[in-house]
Nanobody, 127 residues
Framework: QVVLVESGGGLVLPGGSLRLTCAAS????????MGWFRQSPGKEREFVSA????????YYSDSVKGRFTISGDSAKNMVYLQMDRLEPEDTGVYFC????????????????????WGQGTQVTVSS
């Protein structure tokens, strides 16, 4: 059973930065990709970013492109999300996700592509 644990959330002022970390354990195979989703109160869970390990290809939603940077190390089962120029609209619970199988690129923007999920870490952007 793969277990994902997120850390690094917190309260930050608008314009500030946070770095989220996700550590995966219990894996007996190499995953195809890892990603981040977020959910705000009253809203559905939405895609934020992902990284495909084959080539370390990053994917971003339009709302975070240019402000967030995803990185990671597949050998260490770690993925990071550097979030800069944070806005109040970025507030929410951020979930780490792991995709066990390689899929076409467009799939990684969708939650169905991921097989394992973390419990989430709260990010609050407020003055």
């Amino acid at each position: 059973q793969v277990v994902l644990v997120e850390s690094g959330g917190g309260l930050v002022l608008p314009g500030g930065s946070l770095r989220l970390t996700c550590a995966a354990s219990g894996r007996t195979f190499r995953s195809a990709a890892m990603g981040w989703f977020r959910q705000s109160p009253g809203k559905e869970r939405e895609f934020v970013s992902a990284i495909r390990w084959d080539g370390y290809i990053p994917y971003y939603s339009d709302s975070v492109k240019g402000r967030f940077t995803i990185s990671g190390d597949s050998a260490k089962n770690m993925v990071y999300l550097q979030m800069d120029r944070l806005e109040p609209e970025d507030t929410g619970v951020y979930f780490c996700a792991d995709s066990a199988r390689r899929r076409n690129s467009g799939s990684y923007y969708q939650s169905f592509a991921y097989d394992y999920w973390g419990q989430g870490t709260q990010v609050t952007v407020s003055s």
